[in-house]
Structure formats: structure tokens, C-alpha cells
């Protein structure tokens, strides 16, 4: 769902390899057995999803390659920024739970924001495995999404890392705390 600004400047483009290039070197145990060159490559084959990597560098989740699918050739980015995205915070979990709001709306919600950008919120699995490749949200907290069955009566699940365990919790969907963010994925 990328809107009519989603190519990049060849600069740009070239900033933003530069980055996550330097980001992919210092964190190899995100991605033992990868190499760059096949990032890169995949990269080039896909440009439209540079603006989406993009817009994650922009709003402060720092995206790294966690995975590879051998079967697509696709590789997977998540935010691996030490605590929750700064540039996505204080905000509601969906557009219900915003209208639903009465006074002191936030801007938007997570699931539109991430629509937007082109990624997807991670769900409580990706969590799970992005907690094993470091410590994330230590002081903050991240929108994950959320089963039908919990959103259907209200709720909405984000995750945390505390006293070296990871924890799932639930709140009201139209909930938003200024140390809650949401952390993408996205598949190249």
C-alpha cells in the first residue's frame, strides 16, 4: 500500500545501502551464513521495497536481515532497534480503537501506519525469535498483532523485555502510551 512517493532518489538509494550494509556487518548473528551480496542483489531485483526499508530507517527501527527463505529467495527484515521505533509511538493498535477513541486521539494507529509503509506489525513468533538474536524493548514496549479472537472483544497484544524474560501482555486496542511503539517486518 505504497503511495505515489515511494521511489527512492538513486542518493537515497544509495544512503540507505550504505546503512543497512553497515548494519548487516556489525550484527552477523542476526543472519549467520548470509552473505551481503545476496542482499544486495535481492535488493536491486526489488527496488519498491527499498521505500518501505526506508520508512523504517526514517521512523527510527533500524531493519536488519533476520532470515532467508531458500524456497523464494526472499529475505526478512524486522526493526532491530534497541528499544521500539520512536518515530512510531503514541499510537492506538487499529483505525477502530482510534475512532473509538472520545478525546485525546493520537495522529493515527499502528496497523495503518504500518499499512502506509508497506510492512507488517511482528507477530507474537517474530517477537519471540527477533528476543533471541538481542535484548529489545528493555524500557519501552511494541504492538504486536493481535489474534482475531482477542480483537474481537477489545484487546490488543504488545510484548516487552524485562528481568531478562520476554513478556506478551494485552490492553485495550484504543490504548497508547508514549514508550509503545509497533516493530515491523518486511519480506524482500
Known amino acids: ?45 526489488n527496488p ?13 527501527g533500524e531493519p536488519d536481515v533476520v532470515g532467508y527463505d531458500e524456497a523464494t529467495g526472499a529475505y526478512t527484515f524486522y526493526d532491530c532497534s534497541p528499544e521500539s521505533p520512536s518515530g512510531r509511538r503514541s499510537l492506538c493498535y487499529d483505525r477502530a480503537a482510534l475512532e473509538a477513541r472520545k478525546e485525546n486521539k493520537p495522529a493515527t494507529s499502528a496497523l495503518e501506519m504500518a499499512a502506509a509503509m508497506g510492512v ?33 472483544r477489545g484487546g490488543a497484544i504488545f510484548g516487552d523485555r524485562r528481568y531478562d524474560h520476554v513478556f506478551i501482555y494485552h490492553n485495550g486496542a484504543s490504548s497508547y502510551y508514549a514508550a509503545r511503539g509497533f516493530r515491523s517486518a518486511l519480506k524482500v
Open 48 to 60: 519498491a521495497d527499498l521505500w518501505s526499508l526506508q520508512e523504517m530507517e526514517r521512523t527510527g
Open 1 to 45: 500500500m505504497k503511495n505515489s512517493k515511494s521511489a527512492l532518489t538513486h542518493q537515497q538509494q544509495e544512503a540507505l545501502l550504505h546503512t543497512l550494509q553497515a548494519r548487516f556487518e556489525q550484527h552477523m548473528n542476526r543472519h549467520s551464513g548470509l552473505a551481503w551480496a545476496g542482499v544486495q542483489a535481492r535488493l536491486a531485483a
Open 120 to 152: 507488517e506489525l511482528l507477530t507474537e513468533a517474530h517477537y519471540r525469535a527477533l528476543q533471541t538474536l538481542g535484548e529489545f524493548d528493555l524500557k519501552t514496549s511494541s504492538w504486536l498483532a493481535t489474534p482475531a479472537a482477542i480483537r474481537e
